[in-house]
Structures are given as C-alpha cells and as structure tokens.
C-alpha cells in the first residue's frame, strides 16, 4: 500500500496527465474544426447561418407541448436544410415539430426522419457514436470521400449523409457506410454539386 504522501503525488500527477491530455483534445478538436471550415463547399456566412437555423429550430420544436418530456428530436441544418431524427410517440407530434422546422427563418427544405416511437435507449446512443467514429474513420481513409465536405447523422444504425457533393462523392460515401457492419438504412440529404 501507499503512503499518504505517495497516494497524493500520484493523484496529482494523474490529474496533471489527465489534464494535460484535455487539452490535446481540445488543440486538436480547434484544429479539426477549422479544417473542416476552411474546406466546406459552403461560404463562412452559410455556416454561421446553418448553426444560427439549428438553434432556431431547436428552441421552436423545444416550446411544442410535451416535446421535451416525450420525445427525443435532434435537429441537422446543412445548406438551408434541415433534417429532424429522432422519435416521437404520435403522428401529431411529428406533424407538429415538422411544421415548427418548416415556419423557422431561413429553411430551405426539411427532411423529415422522425421515427414513431418512444425514444430510442442510452445503448442505441452509444452504438450509434461508435457506429458514426466507425464510419468517419473509414472515409477519412478513403480518398474518393471529402469527409469535410459532408455531416454524417447516425440515428438508430441508420446513416444519414448530408453534404454539397458530386455525383461520385456521393456514390462514395453511400457505399462506404453501407457496407459498415450495423448499419441497417442509409439516407442521402444531400445535394449535388459539379
């Protein structure tokens, strides 16, 4: 066993450690944002519109009645289009966050994926993130897919590719994570470019 003296140098050095690896993380989250900003098809003024549109959306779906207590919505904006995912245990509820995206400022188009259902359990959430780094790590590999050029939403193992992609980007991409094990849809909400 330790002595106290010993428990303690060795606490703070791992709290050092722990720390210092925190901020690797962020250094290098900071830098792949900004990659992924300077290489996007979209101008600055898009992206800051998208991210301002996703909030709107979100704070719009959020003020539905019993939205927050019985469903599990999440909102996408890429381009001016939305994509809603997630579940919701009535039609009404769909038709009404749907509506609710649609009235924001703004929105060019909405996709609505919105399953009918009770929300999805924390261990479909945890497999769709590995589901999401298992799909990132295989395009970022992959040449003939700009990674940075596309959001990938997993949602209940299935994948939707959002994005302003070529014809055999897309082809690309759609054929990459449908041949990721787990995954059982993939959803193209993207558009074409030349």
Same mark, same amino acid.
């Given at each position: 066993?330790?002595?106290?003296?010993?428990?303690?140098?060795?606490?703070?050095?791992?709290?050092?450690?722990l720390q210092s690896g925190?901020?690797?993380?962020?250094?290098?989250?900071?830098?792949?944002?900004? *990659?992924?900003?300077?290489?996007d098809?979209?101008?600055?003024?898009?992206q800051i519109?998208d991210?301002t549109?996703q909030?709107?959306v979100?704070s719009?779906?959020?003020?539905?009645?019993?939205?927050?207590?019985?469903?599990?919505i999440?909102?996408?904006?890429?381009?001016?289009?939305?994509l809603?995912?997630?579940?919701?245990?009535t039609?009404e509820? #769909?038709?009404r966050v749907?509506?609710?995206?649609?009235a924001?400022?703004?929105?060019?188009?909405?996709?609505?994926?919105?399953r009918?259902?009770q929300p999805?359990?924390? *261990?479909?959430?945890? %497999?769709d993130?590995?589901?999401?780094?298992?799909l990132?790590?295989?395009m #970022?590999?992959?040449?003939? #897919?700009?990674?940075?050029?596309l959001d990938?939403v997993v949602?209940?193992?299935e994948?939707? #590719?959002?994005?302003?992609? *070529?014809k055999?980007?897309?082809a690309?991409?759609?054929?990459?994570?449908? %041949?990721? %094990?787990g995954?059982?849809?993939v959803?193209?909400?993207?558009?074409?470019?030349?």
């Open positions: 066993m330790l002595s106290k003296g010993r428990q303690l140098a060795f606490l703070v050095l791992f709290a050092s450690v925190c901020a690797l993380v962020a250094v290098g989250t900071v830098g792949t944002a900004a *990659t992924a900003s300077a290489t098809r979209r101008t600055v003024g898009t519109d991210k549109t909030s709107r979100r719009a779906i959020n003020d539905i009645p019993l939205v927050k207590d019985e469903a599990a999440s909102v996408d904006v890429y381009n001016g289009q939305v809603l995912t997630g579940q919701a245990p039609q509820m #769909i038709r749907e509506q609710a995206a649609v924001t400022n703004n929105v060019v188009k909405v996709h609505n994926q919105v009918l259902g999805i359990p924390a *261990t479909s959430t945890m %497999n993130v590995w589901l999401s780094s298992k990132k790590t295989i #970022i590999s992959d040449e003939s #897919i700009p990674l940075f050029k990938l949602e209940d193992s994948v939707f #590719i959002m994005g302003l992609l *070529t055999p980007e897309a690309a991409a759609v054929e990459a994570a449908r %041949n990721v %094990n995954v059982t849809k959803i193209r909400v993207m558009e074409l470019v030349e």
